[in-house]
């Protein structure tokens, strides 16, 4: 499942892009000297060349990357249909579980940034089932992939060099960086200009760990969620005041609707 694709764009394009790297293109014959040139790029934009060498050099074409890309739809959908679909029996004992598991965390991120837990715990069972399916994707092969692809290119060329920003700060090694098929990372998926941007430990500091560590996982939700606006003790259903927030996580009417339902089924006795 793919976290906030949409609202991540809309980040990019007002955070604005790097310089653009050589012509873009659907097949792989370019892609080599589109690299080529993009190493330039992000070793303009602040990128060590040992960064850029050490990240980039494995780096390939991944066409089933724009076989997704190019395919999207079911957050397009019927809403009940999707809902039924992701919030099943199963996964609603198994949130409950993880509210108990965590509780101690989730109390403690409620209290510094005001987002209960099952909001947090309902983000983290659809993203990635609670933390059982993080991707297998290589981030920079499939960020690459999709910066080269003419139909977003510098939208995603922004997030590349973020993606090396996060190896250049020891965040993350480019071996550990595997994900969605888009990018994200992590147990509730952040790209990475919002892991560089949003990410913190369970225990209040900077960077965290969003792919081993659930608890900064959950951190970090809660803070991007803070960040974009939520309300202390207010509702998230749709027309309620934190609506607005949750859909910044996700701008899909359908996803944000999903994740306020399974937030209220896990908040349920």
């Not at 997030?159 to 920003?165: I, P, S, W």
Request: hydrophobic residues 45%.
């Amino acid at each position: 499942m793919r976290a906030g694709v949409l609202a991540i764009l809309a980040w990019a394009a007002l955070a604005g892009a790097p310089a653009l790297a050589a012509q873009c293109g659907e097949s792989e014959d370019g892609f080599k000297p589109w690299l080529d040139d993009f190493k330039q790029v992000a070793i303009n934009d602040g990128v060590s060349p040992n960064v850029v060498d050490q990240a980039l050099s494995t780096a390939t074409f991944d066409r089933s990357v724009l076989s997704h890309d190019h395919g999207q739809g079911a957050l397009q959908g019927d809403y009940a249909s999707f809902a039924a679909k992701h919030i099943t029996p199963a996964r609603i004992k198994r949130g409950k579980t993880m509210l108990v598991a965590y509780a101690e965390p989730l109390d403690r991120i409620e209290q510094r940034y005001g987002v209960p837990g099952p909001v947090l715990v309902a983000i983290w069972g659809l993203e990635t089932d609670f933390g059982a399916g993080l991707g297998r994707y290589p981030t920079f092969s499939a960020l690459a992939t999709l910066a080269y692809d003419c139909r977003r290119g510098s939208i995603y060329q922004a997030e590349l060099v973020d993606a090396l920003m996060i190896v250049q700060r020891g965040l993350l090694t480019p071996e550990q960086m595997r994900g969605a098929w888009a990018g994200e990372l992590g147990q509730t998926q952040f790209m990475p200009s919002a892991y560089l941007k949003y990410g913190v430990s369970a225990n209040g500091g900077r960077g965290g760990d969003l792919i081993g560590n659930s608890a900064d996982a959950l951190a970090s939700t809660a803070n991007f969620l803070h960040a974009h606006g939520w309300q202390r003790g207010a509702k998230w259903d749709e027309g309620e005041p934190n609506f607005a927030a949750v859909q910044e996580w996700n701008a899909s009417p359908v996803y944000a609707k999903t994740i306020a339902e399974f937030a209220d089924r896990l908040s349920a006795p």
